[in-house]
């Protein structure tokens, strides 16, 4: 399983960003795709977390209201929309895939708990 991040840059305050992750390779059994995003000196955070199907969304409440997490099976991408950005969400952000789980277990808010990742891409939100 591959997955290629893009869509981060340097937006102000306030203002809106779409992050996409393209899955490609053996995506069948997928079950659970996040979005993760780790600042500089911090640890790697959960942010959203979607199921394939697209049915079940969970979000870290830090976002919740502000970002909003979809997927197009057809082009097999996941998205992060990301509104009322704020200097605080500045981070590279990763999108994962994993087999199994809800959305909002424990496990699918690990980040250890994900084989797959794509390479980040940098979120900078000046104020």
């Known amino acids: 399983v591959q997955l290629q991040a893009s869509g981060g840059g340097l937006v102000q305050a306030g203002g809106s960003l779409r992050l996409s992750c393209v899955v490609s390779g053996s995506i069948f059994d997928i079950n659970v795709m996040g979005w993760f995003r780790q600042a500089p000196g911090k640890e790697r955070e959960h942010v959203a977390t979607?199921?394939?199907?697209?049915?079940?969304?969970y979000y870290t409440d830090s976002v919740k209201g502000r970002f909003t997490c979809s997927i197009d099976n057809a082009r097999n991408t996941v998205y992060l929309q990301m509104n009322s950005l704020e200097p605080e969400d500045t981070a590279i952000y990763y999108c994962?895939?994993?087999?199994?789980?809800?959305?909002?277990?424990?496990?699918?808010?690990?980040?250890?708990?994900?084989?797959?990742w794509g390479q980040g891409t940098l979120v900078t939100v000046s104020s």
């Open positions: 979607i199921t394939w199907s697209g049915r079940a969304t």
């Open positions: 994962a895939a994993r087999y199994g789980g809800l959305v909002a277990s424990t496990t699918a808010l690990n980040p250890s708990k994900y084989p797959y």
